[in-house]
């Protein structure tokens, strides 16, 4: 199984900035995709942006010049920073990432963490 674990939410205030780190664990075979999400209260999840196994980032329109995503290989990561936060980034962020397992290494999986809040409020 694979274990993925956000972290780096936190309060900010409007035009801030901050860093969320997400890492998975576990028996992985290899890692493709890597993915943010966030679901604003009362909302539906929402794609924020996501980086390809070679390193190409894509973000959503609204975050865009805005947010950046990267990631680290050797540490199985994902990283979002986000500047010029504003209010209605307010929202609790989710990793995705696609992996797959030894026992089955040419069927990707959608793995899920648990969250991070972020809120962004004077």
């Known amino acids: 199984q694979v274990q993925v674990v956000e972290s780096g939410g936190g309060l900010v205030q409007p035009g801030g900035s901050l860093r969320l780190s997400c890492t998975a664990s576990?028996?992985?075979?290899?890692?493709?995709?890597m993915y943010w999400y966030r679901q604003a209260p009362g909302k539906e999840r929402e794609w924020v942006a996501h980086v390809t196994s070679s390193g190409e980032p894509n973000y959503a329109d609204s975050v865009l010049g805005r947010f950046t995503i990267s990631r680290d290989n050797a540490k199985n990561s994902v990283y979002l920073q986000m500047n010029s936060l504003k209010p209605e980034d307010t929202a609790v962020f989710y990793c995705m990432i696609d992996a797959s397992l030894p026992a089955r290494p040419w069927m990707e999986q959608q793995w899920w963490g648990q969250g991070t809040q972020v809120t962004v409020s004077p």
């Open positions: 576990g028996t992985i075979f290899s890692i493709g995709a």
